[in-house]
Structures are given as C-alpha cells and as structure tokens.
C-alpha cells in the first residue's frame, strides 16, 4: 500500500488525511510530534497536545485556522512531548482530556522530572513558571475497555492494544486512520526508554493486521506510514527484548 500512502508533511501546516482526520507536523526545534486531528460536525479531538505553552498556542492557532467547534484532547501516553500542553489547552476552554489510565499515573508520578526535557524549547514550561506550564493530568481514563466517542457523525474510538512504547500506550481509531502515538516512529529509531520490547512487538505485529480497518497510520514522529511498516517494526522492537 506505499503508493498510496499521503505525501510528506510540511511544518505547521494540516496534512488532510481524509475521513475528517489531519495530521500537523511541527518544527524540528520540537522534535517533530505529530499532533492529529479528527473534525466532525459537533466536536473536534486533538491528538496530543505538544511540549509546553509557546507550542500549544501555535497548535491551538492551527486548529483554529482549521475548525470552530469545541474540542477534545487526548494524550496518546506520557511523555513531554505529547502531553506537556495540556495545561494551555485547558486554559483555553477544552474540559475532557483523554488518556490511558496507565499514562495518567505516568504523568502524575514523572511529569515534575519530565520539565528538563523542555529546557531548550519550553525554557517556562522547565522552570515550571507561568500561564500554561502546570503539569495538568488527563481528566477521562480509558482502562482495558474501548471508549467511543462521537464527533458529530464521525466516530472514534480510543483503545489500548497493552503494553509497548510505555505501559500506557493509547490508540485512536478514526474512519480510516490510526494516530498510533510512539508505539510507531517513522523516520527515527523506536524509543525504549520506558519500553516492554517483547510486548511492544506483539502490538505491532497485531498492527500489521489492521490494514482493512486503517488504511493510514499515524506514528508519534515522521510520516504517515500503514499497517506492512509497522508489521516490519515488530522485528526490530522486538531485538531490544
Ligand atoms: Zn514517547
């Protein structure tokens, strides 16, 4: 299915994935975390929510530039990257912030560790100081059951596949597109750093099997890819075990 894979994208611009889902790359400063978005005729949900204030303000502005409805954050799993703006988002209205029940104990227990991460990009969000830099934790927990939610005539579907990139990895299904979070890394080296390799290999290789379902899947960095990348992932995660 390479060839029918979206072209690359550009910084700070929406990649239209089709089925009402985007994906926005962001700069290379920021370590190119893929921010996604699915749009439906109520609600629109923001995947991940970027490594502090300066960078939730232009996610915001991007969404904004892109949709007017009230919107839904998820947090694909715990680190800095991913989930460090969601103090900016909930100052900016957003109520419901997704993640794995797992993740959220990661935030709670690691996020004041995690701000030295951001000492180059996020220099308030490392010194904790100021609008937007307080490590807010995720307000919906998704355990081992699969919660749906509809946007208005596009359903999404927030799942765990176990445990893999962390133990708290969330998967978000929308029509005809996963946002898969780190658990796929295109372009860069998987990250094992809070990593169960053997299991991590599993969830990909039950990936690969998803190509009817998700044509497109959006890994945490890099590109677009589909279900054979991640299947061809499986053997290389699993040398770390
Ligand atoms: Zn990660």
Redesign the pocket.
């Known amino acids: 299915m390479a060839e029918q894979q979206p072209g690359p994208a550009s910084d700070g611009t929406w990649q239209d994935l089709g089925g009402g889902s985007f994906v926005l790359a962001s700069s290379a400063a920021r370590a190119l975390v893929n921010i996604g978005l699915v749009v439906g005729r109520e609600r629109a949900l923001l995947v991940d929510t970027g490594c502090g204030p300066r960078h939730a303000t232009e996610i915001l502005a991007a969404v904004r530039a892109l949709t007017a409805l009230p919107l839904l954050v998820v947090n694909?799993?715990?680190?800095w990257?991913?989930f460090f703006g969601n103090a900016a988002f909930r100052d900016a209205g957003t109520t419901t912030i997704w993640a794995h029940a797992a993740a959220a104990r990661a935030m709670e227990r690691t996020g004041e560790s995690q701000r030295a991460e951001v000492a180059g990009v996020e220099p308030d969000m490392a010194a904790g100081r100021g609008p937007g830099t307080e490590i807010v934790l995720p307000t919906h927990l998704v355990q081992e059951v699969p919660v749906v939610l509809d946007l208005g005539g596009t359903v999404v579907e927030l799942f765990t596949l176990g445990r893999g990139?962390?133990d708290g990895d969330l998967m978000v299904g929308a029509p005809g597109v996963l946002f898969a979070?780190?658990v796929l890394e295109e372009g860069a080296e998987p990250?094992f750093?809070?990593a169960h390799p053997q299991e991590w290999a599993a969830v990909l290789r039950r990936l690969g099997t998803m190509a009817a379902r998700y044509p497109v899947m959006v890994p945490?960095h890099g590109r677009p890819v589909d279900a054979a990348f991640a299947a061809a992932l499986a053997p290389v995660v699993q040398a770390h075990s």
């Open positions: 694909t799993h715990a680190h990257d991913h990139h962390t979070g780190d990250q750093e809070d945490g």
